[in-house]
């Protein structure tokens, strides 16, 4: 079992900035593949970043790409989500995720099937 708790996030102007964790329990940070996913109101889940169990492969969907950075903190089983340059469009709530036990290093996973342990969600709002 893996337990992932979100922190961060909150209301921030359009252009400004905002980094959202993810502290995961349960297993070593450095054995999950992990990934980002945003869900808008009356929308679906959708994909936002994800990083390779090595850390070594990052995937960002097209319209975070430039903006939006992921990057984690095996020491402190943590996972960050750096994003720059808000637009109101980003408004949304934004979930961290594993896929659990994980064969793989070097593979970014992108669909919300894959994904096995959700955190709670953190709502990121972003003004015009």
């Known amino acids: 079992q893996v337990q992932l708790q979100e922190s961060g996030g909150g209301l921030v102007q359009a252009g400004g900035s905002l980094r959202v964790s993810c502290a995961a329990s349960?297993?070593?940070?450095?054995?999950?593949?992990m990934g980002w996913f945003l869900q808008a109101l009356v929308k679906e889940r959708e994909f936002v970043v994800g990083?390779?169990?090595?850390?070594?492969?990052?995937e960002y969907t097209d319209s975070v790409k430039g903006r939006f950075t992921i990057s984690r903190d095996n020491a402190t089983n943590t996972v960050y989500l750096q994003m720059n340059s808000l637009k109101p469009e980003d408004t949304a709530t934004y979930y961290c995720?594993?896929?659990?036990?994980?064969?793989?290093?070097?593979?970014?996973?992108?669909?919300?099937?894959?994904?096995?342990?959700w955190g709670q969600g953190n709502q990121v709002t972003v003004s015009s």
């Open positions: 990083i390779s169990r090595s850390g070594g492969r990052t």
């Open positions: 349960g297993r070593t940070l450095s054995n999950l593949a």
């Open positions: 995720s594993t896929k659990g036990v994980d064969y793989s290093e070097g593979y970014v996973y992108m669909g919300v099937s894959e994904y096995n342990y």
